[in-house]
């Protein structure tokens, strides 16, 4: 499942943002800082726990490490263009109990790890109390390190992942804030589009709720 897009909005030097986000399957921490009148970097955390199936039967679990360094400008008072370079690893893995004990001789679990990098450009209005940003994350995502042997819709996961290693992603996102002019309520909508494979299993949309603070030097 995707992650949440940081989009720090930062406009200026000595300014930061910090996000806690997240929803019933994912909670993550981003932050981002100015470094000068033309660059920022961001750095983001999440740890992933979804929902297990409806039946009890199946769970799995990760967590995502990212950096990214990027450019700003300010286009006029109210509106910023930004866009960042990422680069992130983590680790997923998904057990089903059921699935070990209806195929005799397996664990009904699968682990990999992952790597991710890509560019996020965005565009951003900004007012006081309320905020409106547009971003798209294009990432190339590699799996790597697969271990287990869960068989899930009579198909063998690890064969099924060992041929879906690498992916092409075009994720656009819409994020919303309100509130005060340092702490605002935050909402994101996410769109996942595998171009390698829209088949691919994996979530294809995000709907994220968090806080985010604003401060400045």
Same mark, same amino acid.
């Given at each position: 499942m995707p992650n949440t897009q940081n989009v720090p909005a930062i406009s200026g030097k000595g300014e930061g943002s910090l996000n806690l986000a997240g929803n019933d399957n994912q909670v993550e921490i981003?932050?981002?800082?100015?470094?000068? *009148?033309? &660059?920022?970097?961001?750095?983001?955390?999440?740890?992933?726990?979804p929902a297990s199936q409806k039946n009890g039967e199946g769970t799995g679990s990760g967590f995502l490490i990212e950096g990214g360094y990027g450019y700003y400008k300010p286009l006029s008072p109210v509106f910023l263009f930004d866009t960042y370079g990422l680069l992130g690893f983590g680790h997923m893995q998904n057990h089903f109990p059921a699935s070990a004990a209806e195929n005799p001789g397996t664990s009904g679990k699968i682990s990999a790890y992952m790597f991710?990098?890509?560019?996020?450009?965005?565009?951003?209005?900004? &007012?006081?109390?309320?905020?409106?940003?547009?971003?798209?994350?294009i990432a190339g995502l590699q799996?790597?390190?697969?271990?287990?042997d869960l068989i899930f819709s009579s198909e063998d996961q690890h064969r099924y992942l060992t041929q879906n290693q690498t992916h092409f992603l075009v994720e656009p996102a819409f994020t919303i804030r309100l509130g005060l002019q340092k702490l605002k309520l935050? $909402?994101?909508?996410?769109?996942?589009?595998?171009? &390698? *494979? /829209?088949?691919?299993?994996? /979530?294809? $949309?995000?709907?994220?709720?968090?806080?985010?603070?604003?401060?400045?030097k």
């Open positions: 981003q932050g981002g800082y100015g470094l000068s *009148d033309r &660059t920022a970097v961001q750095l983001n955390s999440g740890y992933f726990s991710r990098f890509g560019v996020q450009p965005g565009i951003h209005l900004l &007012t006081k109390y309320f905020s409106v940003s547009f971003s798209s994350r799996y790597s390190g697969i271990s287990g935050q $909402a994101q909508i996410l769109r996942s589009i595998n171009v &390698t *494979d /829209e088949g691919f299993r994996q /979530e294809k $949309a995000l709907l994220s709720l968090g806080i985010h603070y604003h401060f400045e």
